[in-house]
């Protein structure tokens, strides 16, 4: 597609529940980088992906928290057992080999 | 460990000038990129900085000094639609991902 798709735009679960987030990055791009962005706060680095691996999962909050990329395209973030601070904006980007990111719209998760 | 500072908010006038600075302690560097973010929207890129001086790119522009670790946003004859968040981050080495700064808030007023 033209850029970055993610769904859905917004989710809303009770506490305790799975969610999955979905991004769609730019074709051909072949890093992906998972950030979250809570009210007032800066982006927070949850994973990174190039092609279908995950060189560095430093940033997920806990073992809830995983990601999955397949054929080096759609990637799909899964947070099992949601808690309450687990709602923010969480936002996907590509981008070509060490270049600049190019940003979804990201998923706003609220959980209940 | 890695720190990136810029101020929380600032406010300045239509027409005027801005200067939003960043300062940073990072393990390693290979660029700094300045992105806007409007209320409620993705972050959308505005500048890239890997050599020391000045970049400029219309109304905005963009410095750095690796030896001080220190980066500015530079924006001209502004318009209220610049009102945003700017984010600071640098990339250490490689593909890493981005390190971001907690954003500073412009508002522009008439």
């Known amino acids: 597609g033209a850029g970055v798709s993610q769904s859905p735009s917004n989710k809303v679960t009770e506490k305790g529940k799975d969610v999955e987030l979905r991004c769609d990055p730019i074709?051909?791009?072949?890093?992906l980088y998972w950030y979250r962005q809570s009210l007032g706060q800066g982006l927070e680095f949850l994973i990174y992906f190039q092609g279908n691996s995950a060189p560095d999962k430093s940033g997920l909050p806990s073992d809830r928290f995983s990601a999955e990329r397949t054929g080096g395209s759609v990637s799909t973030l899964t947070i099992q057992r949601t808690q309450q601070e687990d709602s923010a904006v969480y936002l996907c980007a590509s981008s070509p080999a060490n270049e600049k990111l190019f940003f979804g719209s990201g998923t706003q998760l609220s959980v209940l | 460990g890695q720190n990136i500072d810029q101020p929380t908010e600032m406010t300045a006038t239509e027409g005027a000038i801005v200067q939003i600075n960043c300062t940073y302690q990072t393990s390693g560097f290979n660029g700094l990129f300045w992105y806007q973010q409007h209320a409620g929207e993705a972050p959308t890129f505005l500048s890239y900085?890997?050599?020391?001086g000045l970049e400029e790119k219309g109304r905005f522009s963009s410095f750095l000094s690796r030896s001080k670790g220190y980066s500015y946003l530079l924006l001209k004859e502004l318009q209220m639609k610049d009102s945003a968040s700017y984010l600071c981050a640098v990339r250490n080495s490689g593909n890493t991902p981005l390190v971001f700064g907690k954003g500073t808030r412009l508002s522009v007023i008439a």
């Open positions: 900085n890997v050599l020391d």
């Open positions: 074709s051909g791009h072949t890093a």
